[in-house]
């Protein structure tokens, strides 16, 4: 399936122009969290833990297959939609499934409670340690000349980095978009789960009436800084570029669903799929139909890799 | 010289003795002893004992190795104050050869699934009962 160009069509559309693609991508992202939640509660459900753990090493790899069918392609706009699901897999299958099996298995840890109520599994708090990691890929990419995260370009220009890092050695075209995606998918929901997890941490917020004021504090910073992001993506109109950009922006805004959610604001129906049967059906269906809507919409002649 | 014998006036000293002594018995208190608690950001529960079985079924998927072995010390502890022996010592004995991690853990488990209204301690008890010398085993 190939969407149609934006010379032949972009024209003449009323629909595919700003603010609907960024506000479409966004709720598409949304929902994707919300399902990639979902689609590991039935797995686990459907396989058992342990028959899990082992069909993650196989499901992971699947997520590499979708990627080199992507890194192939000179469609920006697949290989960007394919850089996406192979990031979601492999962070679900080789992060989430892996980190349960030493959690929960390997290791034989308990999970964080209060009072009667599990409120951390032994994954998370593997997860929650990884965050030295994650900032040494930080640094990387903060003085990486070559990234065009608009987050790490903002840092390299607030640190008057541009000059010293000299011009990037990549054109657009030059640029793999699969792995580009697949890096940022994985990235993005790494620093989010990361963030919620250092907040939900006693160690770190403390107990008591603090721990309210750090989750209020998080709800606003996610809202602010997911609304900045969003604010922008609503004036974007090639649908590749806002579907990547709508991964952070949907993430940031995700952290404030999480932080209700421990705060007893709101039930998170994709947590427990089995249950809300219609109501994870519906999300699936509206998450399909946006997604082959904008997959479908029209593009510029360079999402299709048809550079002149 | 002459505060310092103002302080120590006898209403005084008895005042103060009878406030110190307030003051200890308020702190050791049992009733106002805080509930035990684990140090912020450790995972488990402060005391095994005085949870429900329903409490550790809902612990028990979220970390089945590490609840088996926390039930475990639990048990080697009522093990050891009932016969002054380690498990191994305990097991050492003829016909006991049946236990061992699986088995010894698996008993509390199936006894926590059955009765999620029972303490924990129960289904340690229950383990006991069939451990314990003239029991038939399992």
């Known amino acids: 399936m190939r969407g149609v160009t934006m010379t032949e069509a972009a024209g003449k559309s009323r629909l595919w122009r700003p603010p609907l693609v960024g506000i479409i991508t966004t709720v598409i992202m949304l929902f994707a969290v919300g399902l990639a939640h979902a689609v590991m509660r039935l797995i686990e459900q459907a396989l058992g833990h342990d028959t899990t753990y082992i069909a993650s090493t196989g499901l992971g790899f699947l997520g590499v297959l979708l990627l080199w069918s992507g890194v192939k392609s000179r469609s920006e706009s697949y290989a960007t939609w394919v850089g996406f699901f192979a990031g979601l897999t492999i962070w679900m299958t080789w992060v989430e499934f892996f980190y349960m099996y030493y959690g929960r298995k390997n290791f034989g840890m308990l999970p964080r409670m209060i009072g009667v109520e599990v409120t951390q599994e032994p994954e998370y708090l593997i997860m929650a340690a990884t965050v030295g990691v994650l900032l040494f890929q930080c640094v990387y990419y903060t003085f990486d000349k070559d990234t065009r995260c608009n987050m790490f370009l903002w840092i390299q220009n607030r640190l008057r980095l541009r000059g010293g890092l000299g011009p990037s050695t990549k054109t657009a075209q030059d640029r793999n978009y699969a792995i580009i995606t697949f890096m940022e998918t994985i990235y993005v929901t790494w620093f989010c789960y990361a963030w919620n997890l250092l907040v939900f941490d006693p160690a770190v917020v403390g107990v008591g009436e603090g721990v309210r004021w750090a989750m209020f504090g998080t709800i606003f910073v996610s809202i602010t800084w997911g609304g900045y992001c969003f604010s922008r993506l609503i004036r974007y109109r090639r649908t590749s570029t806002a579907l990547r950009y709508a991964i952070p922006t949907a993430n940031i805004l995700w952290i404030s669903v999480e932080v209700s959610s421990r705060l007893g604001i709101l039930t998170e129906v994709w947590l427990e799929p089995q249950k809300y049967v219609l109501e994870m059906s519906l999300y699936a269906l509206a998450f399909a139909v946006l997604s082959i809507m904008i997959y479908r919409a029209p593009k510029k002649p360079s999402e299709v890799g048809e550079w002149n | 010289m002459e505060l310092k014998h103002r302080v120590c ?11 110190a002594g307030f003051v200890a018995a308020a702190m050791s208190s049992p009733s106002l002893a805080a509930p035990l608690a684990l140090r912020p950001g450790m995972g488990g529960v ?21 609840l088996r072995q926390a039930i475990l010390y639990w048990t080697e502890g009522y093990v050891y104050a009932q016969t002054g022996k380690t498990m191994d010592e305990f097991l050492a004995s003829p016909g006991m050869d ?6 010894l853990t698996d008993h509390i488990v199936e006894f926590c699934k059955a009765q999620p209204e029972a303490p924990v301690p129960l289904a340690v008890k229950d383990l006991w009962t069939r451990m314990s010398p003239g029991s038939a085993g399992m």
């Open chain 2, 9 to 19: 006036r006898r209403p005084t000293v008895v005042c103060g003795v009878a406030l």
């Open chain 2, 46 to 66: 402060p005391d095994l004992g005085a949870i429900r079985c329903e409490t550790f079924n809902e612990m028990y998927p979220a970390g089945p190795n590490g």
């Open chain 2, 98 to 103: 049946i236990w061992d991690f699986g088995t």
